[in-house]
């Protein structure tokens, strides 16, 4: 089969399993690694392969750099205590018991290539359960703290998979050239990211670029950042949530509302296609990956995955309520209240062990042969036991999430944000003032100004009346106000969520309909 016609029939794979979750009410990342694994068992399909020194480049820059545009960088700092105890402890320490477990139980394992599988599968994937938990009564710090760990615990993973493949190859270990080791990545990779963000920042600013190009740039952004910092030695995926942190929280200062709905709508399309194929791409390879495997039967390669799942699930269980207990002691001791103020918030952080697609891009990256010229060992076994661990976590897991929530009965979240009724009751008497000032300022009279002041007066009247249907249906009359109305909104929703008002998702929601509003009225005005 011609490699164009293999990459189409891919693609049709993915658009009907995306078609599918949608009939079925299914997360997608779900669906994906069922049918990851059901494409592997059709006959006559091709052997994919993809050149390991490729597969972090081409699949990790976009994943990260969409995950940190879109997170909230007053919640990241705000719980930057729990998220690097997560990302950092947690992921040292899953490695570390993987590493010992697979030594112990695994032939032919040594501590080096348990450590290789432990840093692959340490990191949790937050996509599914976030995706399941934000339709759920879930406190929402829980999700901030999901999100955020998920960011950060992808870089020290793959910093413990590099020092895992040198000591492979050289055969020794130095604890204080490791740890040095990653305070250079880590901070170099951060540093790389900040600067390449700020150039893009200013070329979105001053560069008077078209919508297009301004969308191609977030792509070049998100990939220089990472090959930019790996070719330095840093670490390229901190440097890709560096600069995504950067752009999401600067974007809506220097974007214009066209570019913002055309960067939207491609980053959405090219997350969705490598979710899939990355997937579809290792289930193929599954079966050869299996029959490659000698002196192992299909029943012992299943026992060994299960058993590396339990130990990651066991020791995310362990680790966080250990975390929790003295994090809650040390607290009182310095008269803070606890990071949770139940066991239940404990409980579904621990559960939530979900692994995703930075562990697949991983093990898909284990090169063939070792820097020495070696070949690399185990590679092939990894690679079955990581898509075991994906499938007993995202699917096994992430199936019964919804019936975990509903037990623990979290009930109505109390919240420090604003609802929408009143972030719409702030943003309608913005634009009322708005207009008034450019009423004022230009000394405009007729009857068509009086009738925009009116419908904003009478829109500000309904929400302070707390009439929700009535609402909706003047906010249908949005497309309809003056630029000057629309662009005192921006100001104002730009200033709740700087002061932490306002929830990032109805921050971006918000704001697209600010963009439309303003889109449509371009149009009408030509």
Known sequence: MHPLETVLLLLIFVIGLALLARRLNLVFPILLTVGGLIIGFIPGLPNVTLDSSVVLLVFLPPILYSAAWYTNWGNFLRNLEPILVLALGLVLATSLGIAYVAHTFIPGFTLATGLLLGAIVSPSDAVA??????????????????????????????????LALATMSTGSFSLTDSLLDFIRLAGGGIG???????????MHKYGNLEPALETVLTFVTAYSAYIAAEHLHFSGVLSVVAAGLLLGHKQSRVHSPTTRMQAIAVWDFVIVLLNGLIFILIGLQLPHVAASINGQSLEQLVWFGLLISLTAVAIRFLGIFLADTVSTQVRKMFHRPPVFPSYKHTTLLAYISMRGIVSLAAALSIPERLPNGLPCPGRNLILFITFCVILFTLVGQGSLLPVVIRALQ???????????????????????AGVHRVVDKEGLTGDTVQGIIDRHQERVDELD??????????????????????????????????????????????????????????????
């Open 192 to 202: 790389v990211g900040l600067a390449i963000g700020y150039s893009s920042f200013w």
């Open 410 to 432: 979290f009930g109505q979240q109390p919240t420090d944000f604003l609802s929408r009724r009143e972030v719409w009751q702030r943003l309608s008497r913005r634009a009322l």
């Open 465 to 526: 009346r707390g009439n929700p249907e009535k609402t909706e249906c003047q906010h249908q009359l949005s497309r309809k106000l003056t630029l000057s109305s629309i662009q005192a909104q921006r100001a104002e929703l730009l200033t709740l969520r700087d002061s932490q008002l306002v929830d990032v998702e109805l921050f971006h929601e918000l704001e697209n309909e600010l963009d439309r509003e303003e889109i449509q009225l371009q149009n009408v005005d030509v």
């Open 129 to 162: 359960a976030t995706a399941i938990m934000k339709t759920l009564a879930v406190p929402r710090r829980l999700v901030a703290i999901l999100e955020g760990e998920s960011l950060v615990n992808d870089a020290t993973a793959l910093v413990i998979f590099q």
